[in-house]
């Protein structure tokens, strides 16, 4: 059966918390082990020389006289002074009748035990002729214990503001490194529900803000991606329809046409079907944004392949086509699909919305090549919208729409630009960088 994991507030709450206290416990319990005996230790000295005094000033005859015993002044009133013999029976003073602590002085030792909840000590009293007899001296047990359980209290109090203290701390430590990852999970949340626009907020953990700025790239190449997709199927009906419309009627001509070489118009429709397949190719290619190694573009045998494809539709069209170019032209890297596929888009503009010859040549620019497309017709009124993206060509009732948008975004996954150098007559200028790759 599968466990629910602990959060990770909770865990850095109980790890932090759950040291403090070990280290509360492993110093505690030894200092009050050792505060305990230091209060002992420290009443057991001030008796012993409180009884080291007494003894000084008992009579060597106090065993057989039993003589008023002399106290010194400065004595706390909570002791018991007592005089005893060296078998521990009481003589003189205060005390109970027989003391086994007195007793044990008999070997010219002090001694200290815990009689009768009193702590007591024990002192012989030396003369020329040996020990004579014994001074106990006690003092109430409680009197330590009680200063004892107040240390101790103390020692509690200072343990638990520690804790709170470590709590406190525990959970602004767990906060700050829980919300970042809460904040990472809701923003990928965001991202799965289909919100490209997730921003993630810097926490200063550079662990999560790194993923956070990963989750962010994420997001805006996945809007990329899925906008292409959306787009993708609007560029290839666009760019399809005139090469697939020209396919279809060249074999209807040749079936309908008397006399007509069927080899010939399948040949055709072959070579029309192969541009249709590097069509589909440049557009896929675009809407998965995949870099192929770009080669070295031979301008001159690409003019040539545009007055091959479109000599013949716009000679049908009562147009004509111009082909100029300079003889030596700097070098270029781009996709030759992919030109084409914009010089088609601007040639089919052209012959849609133009009017006149069309023009089409190629200058040095000095840092790359331009290819330039015009025709003679009245232009275009409003150059502001032309290459922005719109749901049908119909759209403004301007005739433009998709084939600019998708020639624009082309031309810059090539790493040149698409603008339109003059409205009227129209000429549009495509910009391709020169150099390495």
Do not use: C
Not at 292 to 320: C, H, I, K, M, Y
Not at 352 to 363: K, L, P
Not at 412 to 434: I, K, N, Q, S, Y
Request: cysteine-free; proline content about 5%.
């Amino acid at each position: 059966m599968n466990q629910q994991a602990t959060p990770l507030r909770r865990q850095v709450l109980t790890a932090i918390v759950g040291v403090a206290a070990l280290a509360v416990v492993l110093f505690a319990i030894p200092l009050a082990v050792a505060v305990q005996r230091l209060y002992r230790e420290e009443a057991i000295t001030t008796l012993e020389r409180d009884a080291t005094r007494i003894a000084a000033v008992v009579p060597d005859t106090i065993a057989t006289d039993r003589t008023p015993l002399r106290i010194p002044r400065g004595l706390s009133s909570r002791l018991t002074v007592g005089i005893y013999g060296l078998g521990g029976d009481h003589i003189v003073g205060a005390g109970p009748a027989w003391s086994d602590v007195a007793m044990r002085a008999q070997d010219g030792r002090s001694h200290e035990a815990v009689e009768r909840g009193r702590l007591a000590v024990s002192t012989p009293v030396p003369s020329d002729q040996g020990l004579v007899a014994v001074v106990r001296l006690s003092t109430p047990y409680n009197k330590i214990s009680d200063r004892t359980q107040r240390t101790w209290l103390l020692m509690t109090a200072l343990a638990l503001i520690v804790l709170f203290l470590a709590t406190v701390f525990a959970r602004r430590q767990a906060a700050r490194l829980a919300g970042p990852l809460e904040r990472l999970t809701a923003a990928a949340q965001a991202l799965g529900g289909g919100d490209f626009s997730i921003r993630a907020r810097r926490s200063g953990v550079p662990e999560a803000d790194a993923a956070g700025l990963a989750l962010e790239a994420t997001a805006r190449r996945l809007g990329d991606v899925l906008e292409r997709e959306r787009a993708f199927s609007a560029d290839v009906s666009h760019q399809l329809r005139t090469p697939l419309t020209g396919m279809l009627l060249g074999l209807e001509s040749a079936l309908t046409r008397p006399g007509a070489d069927p080899e010939v118009a399948i040949r055709t429709a072959l070579k029309r079907g192969e541009h249709l397949q590097d069509i589909i190719d440049d557009l896929l290619r675009l809407a998965r944004d995949s870099r192929p190694r770009r080669e070295v573009l031979d301008l001159s045998a690409l003019l040539t392949d545009v007055r091959a494809q479109w000599q013949g539709p716009l000679t049908a069209a009562g147009r004509s086509l111009i082909i100029a170019g300079q003889e030596r032209l700097p070098e270029v890297r781009a996709a030759p699909g992919a030109i084409r596929q914009i010089l088609d888009v601007l040639i089919d503009n052209a012959m849609r919305h133009g009017q006149g010859r069309i023009t089409v040549g190629a200058v040095d620019v000095g840092t790359g090549a331009a290819i330039e497309v015009g025709d003679e017709g009245p232009g275009v009124s409003d150059s502001d919208d032309l290459f922005i993206r719109r749901a049908s060509a119909s759209a403004n009732g301007s005739g433009h729409g998709i084939g600019l948008a998708l020639a624009r975004s082309l031309a810059e996954a090539e790493g040149g630009r698409l603008v339109l150098r003059r409205p009227a007559p129209p000429v549009f200028t495509l910009l391709l960088p020169g150099g390495e790759p």
